[in-house]
């Protein structure tokens, strides 16, 4: 399956369980396991779990593999793996805590700090 199709799949099962704020990164240029990440928030455990079976059962449906689920028995951070996509469904507190938009997002470049010698110069 096509890329672009995998993660519209993914996002379209995960907005018919009502999946909040949804964000699709492109971590291409930072790994090479893996594409595209997808982060969803899901309110409760219930609706964690209720998240990663709606992909489950969309993706398998379009002939997608599932390699592997972690984190259905609590419910606070859920990751599915589809291969060149990987689903995290985190309860909001867990989503705030650990930032994975902020920490795959492309970094930025920093300005260079000033020296002593580049006043002298």
Do not use: C
Not at 5 to 16: G, I, S
Not at 23 to 50: P, W, Y
Not at 69 to 85: M, R, S
């Amino acid at each position: 399956m096509r890329l672009d199709k995998l993660v519209q799949a993914t996002v379209a099962a995960l907005e018919d369980i009502k999946g909040r704020d949804i964000e699709v990164l492109d971590v291409r240029k930072m790994t090479s396991l893996f594409d595209k990440i997808v982060i969803v928030t899901a309110d409760s455990g219930r609706q964690g779990k209720a998240l990663a079976n709606s992909v489950q059962e969309k993706l398998k449906a379009l002939g997608a593999r599932v390699y592997g689920v972690e984190g259905e028995q609590v419910g606070e951070w859920i990751l599915v793996d589809l291969g060149a996509v990987v689903v995290h469904i985190m309860q909001p507190a867990i989503r705030q805590y650990y930032n994975l938009e902020e920490l795959w997002s492309a970094p930025t470049r920093r300005p260079r700090r000033r020296t002593s010698s580049d006043s002298a110069a």
